[in-house]
């Protein structure tokens, strides 16, 4: 058997269901199980950034068009030379520059990942305009090639055409995208030169992994990391195959924002009403599992509990060995998305409150996003530079390490999953302060026993918690929450989820 886990996309700064999927992998590898992370959106950058975060498991990946194009295995290779230093005879290089020139006015550019290796070359003619642009799989082969249209109304360049080919230099997909971006319709090209014709990506999709799975002999276990209705909709079809079980794993409750009224949840409705469709739904935690229950009518065996973090036996060493007077005096941390969504703003305002009152306290936010700019003209505003400050982004062994540095978390959001952070912020003897919201937080913090949970919003009573908890003596409580931090270590062992797997496995296989 082969664990498929379907998940968006790679970048820099990665959210909290990404490293749940590289927890879940790791995890089936523990235990014998063959499992890959599969991409659904195409970025050329999605190897490196999967490779990047986790170099140890760069075998464990492949992107929907890795698939399509048979590019899944192939040997790495140095592109830089192959594909751009053997122009010198075309063009006159610049290496300050990234950029080459010919005797005719024509040039290129290029572009390289954040390792140095050839990320894109781009093609101008003499009158400066784009006309192709090739980019190269982090393995060092031509992945892609761009050709550019041009938008007279809105006088701008688009791509219009982009090819997607093997390893060998033959073409397999080609998208056709009008001058809105949108796609007008996608070919894939058989190795005989059948051609399939789709018309979205969710099509495309399912055609990938059908083709991927397509050795009947062999189980699939396929979890999808989605939450877009329309592609959860479309991936129902694998359900229809023998050799496929699906389930979709719910994250976050997804709400959509209002102007003048109540957030309103969505995201997850399509699966939960649609149950039947697929072999299983997958909650994060109890509560969640409830709430799913309580709204349909008819009792249903298909959602499962099923935690997305797990301590292992070096986590609980890691744990032991923490020593409080070792933690950094006053430090409070958060490591979140720069979003609405997590209320940051509401942690400068309460941390503001209490460094009046206690000097040490100080707070470093970690992460980015499109909130960036706005928390930092707040915190510009109320004269905090000294003591807070926006970190930016680091690689995920340096975010625990830093976590366990701290005396104090805190997670301020509107909603969430089961927060990864919490579980970091456990293994760091590092105590949370959470708004006590749906869902996590009431799982992993048991109220003054391991943390506070307070009233979401409640931005007065958390800048006073703070200020208290800081202003006790030798800080006895914080002492006290990071001493019982030891039991979430158990409830989450890795013997324990893995038990929820093996029964979800036997059940269904």
């Known amino acids: 058997m082969q664990s498929i886990f379907l998940t968006t996309f790679y970048a820099e700064n990665l959210s909290g269901a990404s490293y749940a999927v590289?927890?879940?992998?790791?995890?089936?590898?523990?235990?014998?199980?063959?499992?890959?992370?599969i991409t659904t959106t195409f970025y050329v950058t999605n190897r490196f950034y999967f490779i990047n975060h986790f170099p140890e498991k760069k075998d464990n990946f492949c992107d929907l068009t890795d698939i399509l194009t048979d590019n899944i295995y192939v040997a790495e290779q140095d592109a830089y030379q192959k594909y751009l230093l053997n122009k010198d005879r075309q063009y006159e290089f610049n290496l300050e520059m990234n950029s080459a020139s010919s005797k005719n006015g024509s040039y290129?550019?290029?572009?390289?990942?954040?390792?140095?290796?050839?990320?894109?070359?781009?093609y101008y003619n003499q009158a400066n305009n784009l006309l192709r642009t090739d980019h190269y799989d982090w393995r060092g082969y031509l992945s892609t090639r761009s050709y550019y249209g041009y938008d007279g109304t809105n006088k701008n360049s688009y791509v219009a055409k982009r090819e997607h080919l093997n390893s060998n230099g033959d073409i397999r997909i080609v998208y056709y995208f009008n001058s809105q971006n949108k796609i007008r319709r996608v070919d894939w090209i058989h190795e005989g030169k059948q051609i399939d014709t789709f018309y979205n990506e969710n099509d495309l999709l399912s055609a990938a992994l059908i083709y991927y799975t397509r050795a009947n002999k062999k189980q699939y276990l396929v979890i999808a990391d989605l939450f877009i209705s329309d592609t959860l909709a479309k991936l129902q079809i694998l359900n229809k195959k023998d050799n496929?079980?699906?389930?979709?794993?719910?994250?976050?409750?997804?709400?959509?924002?209002?102007?003048?009224?109540?957030?309103?949840?969505?995201?997850?409705?399509?699966?939960?009403?649609?149950?039947?469709?697929?072999?299983?739904?997958?909650?994060?935690?109890?509560?969640?599992?409830?709430?799913?229950n309580e709204l349909q009518s008819y009792k249903t065996d298909k959602i499962y509990y099923i935690p997305e973090n797990w301590f292992s036996l070096q986590d609980v060493n890691k744990h032991d060995e923490i020593r409080w007077q070792d933690k950094e005096d006053g430090l409070i941390i958060i490591s979140a998305r720069l979003d609405r969504v997590k209320q940051i703003d509401h942690a400068i305002i309460a941390v503001k409150f209490a460094h009046q009152r206690n000097s040490k306290i100080h707070l470093e936010i970690w992460g980015d996003g499109v909130e960036r700019e706005s928390l930092q003209k707040l915190i510009n505003l109320n004269n905090a530079q000294s003591y807070i400050q926006?970190?930016?982004?680091?690689?995920?062994?340096?975010?625990?390490?830093?976590?366990?540095?701290?005396?104090?978390?805190?997670?301020?959001?509107?909603?969430?999953?089961?927060?990864?952070?919490?579980?970091e912020?456990?293994?760091?003897?590092?105590?949370?302060?959470?708004?006590?919201?749906?869902?996590?937080?009431?799982?992993?913090?048991?109220?003054?026993?391991?943390?506070?949970?307070?009233?979401?919003?409640?931005?007065?009573?958390?800048?006073?918690?703070?200020?208290?908890?800081?202003s006790e003596p030798e800080q006895g409580t914080l002492r006290y929450y990071a001493l019982n931090s030891k039991k979430n270590m158990e409830k989450y062992s890795e013997d324990k989820i893995w038990q929820l797997w093996e029964k979800l496995m036997e059940r269904n296989f």
């Not at 590289?22 to 992370?37: G, M, P, Q, T, Y």
């Not at 943390?451 to 409640?458: E, K, M, R, S, V």
């Open 425 to 470: 912020a456990q293994m760091g003897q590092t105590p949370s302060i959470c708004y006590d919201i749906d869902y996590g937080p009431d799982d992993m913090i048991t109220n003054r026993i391991n943390g506070d949970l307070i009233a979401p919003n409640d931005k007065k009573y958390l800048a006073m918690r703070i200020e208290e908890l800081f």
């Open 108 to 122: 290129l550019s290029w572009k390289c990942y954040p390792d140095g290796r050839l990320l894109n070359i781009s």
């Open 390 to 423: 926006l970190k930016g982004i680091t690689n995920n062994q340096q975010m625990k390490h830093r976590i366990a540095q701290a005396q104090l978390h805190l997670l301020t959001s509107k909603h969430e999953g089961l927060p990864m952070v919490l579980f």
């Open 244 to 292: 496929i079980k699906l389930f979709i794993q719910l994250h976050n409750i997804q709400l959509k924002e209002t102007k003048n009224s109540d957030d309103i949840r969505i995201g997850y409705s399509y699966p939960i009403l649609n149950q039947n469709n697929y072999t299983g739904i997958i909650a994060l935690t109890r509560r969640q599992k409830q709430d799913i």
């Open 22 to 37: 590289d927890k879940r992998l790791e995890l089936f590898e523990r235990h014998n199980v063959s499992a890959i992370a």
